[in-house]
């Protein structure tokens, strides 16, 4: 299974733009890169997901580098509401068609207000 | 639409005992799942299925036995709860198991065996 690296943690100040960056060197051809974020005391929330071309949603954008070994989460303009902790996470038939998520640590996002 | 949910939310077990959480899903979906969170780590795969009838082993099998005998319904058996299964239970679902697709988890059992 391809992994992911993220930062532990990061700080946004509220209203602001956040950029929370993944690496995942291993990518294969038919990964999809998924973010998830899990707001305290809650299940996992689906954000975004894309291939190859930059994605946005009413909750997020996600920019995919030309190589697809990196990936960025947008949230435009962050609310407290967004302190979570954020997961990338590649998903594809290379885990033997089960569709399993791995979960690493993720991002934690602390938003100021 | 209520998503996926989850009964109990809350249990509390003594060392032994047993008990099952059920899972229920409204979309549809194939494939459902079970997670187990520990305290500050990720989720980690216990069982899941790809179609009603059918059951599989994740990561964390050990302990914990699945049925899927209903295509709306995934549940999760603990025949003799130990302490280390302390931990925080989230189903999922999925309509396929491809990277287009995503899953929808439910609210979560938290679990305490004492």
């Known amino acids: 299974d391809a992994k992911t690296t993220q930062p532990n943690s990061m700080e946004s100040n509220e209203e602001e733009p956040v950029h929370l960056p993944c690496n995942h060197s291993?990518?294969?051809?038919?990964?999809?890169i998924h973010w998830y974020r899990q707001l305290p005391s809650q299940g996992p929330e689906y954000v975004i997901h894309g291939l190859t071309s930059n994605v946005n949603n009413r909750m997020a954008s996600l920019a995919i580098a030309e190589d697809r070994k990196s990936s960025t989460l947008i949230l435009h303009r962050a609310t407290l509401r967004d302190a979570a902790v954020y997961y990338c996470i590649l998903r594809g038939y290379g885990s033997g068609n089960t569709g399993k998520l791995i979960f690493g640590q993720g991002t934690t996002l602390q938003v100021k207000p | 639409n209520a998503g996926v949910t989850q009964t109990p939310k809350f249990r509390v077990l003594k060392t032994g005992q047993s008990m099952t959480l059920l899972c229920a899903q409204d979309?549809?979906?194939?494939?459902m799942y079970w997670y187990r969170q520990d305290p500050g780590m990720g989720l980690r795969l216990i069982h899941y299925s790809v179609g009603e009838g059918t059951t599989a082993k994740g990561e964390v099998p050990d302990g914990y036995n699945v049925s899927r005998l209903k295509k709306q319904n995934f549940l999760l058996g603990l025949e003799s709860a130990a302490p280390s299964q302390t931990s925080v239970y989230f189903c999922?679902?999925?309509?396929?198991?491809?990277?287009?697709?995503?899953?929808?988890f439910g609210p979560g059992t938290r679990l305490t065996v004492t």
């Open positions: 999922a679902s999925s309509y396929d198991a491809g990277g287009s697709y995503e899953q929808y």
């Open positions: 979309m549809n979906h194939e494939y």
């Open positions: 291993t990518i294969s051809g038919t990964d999809y």
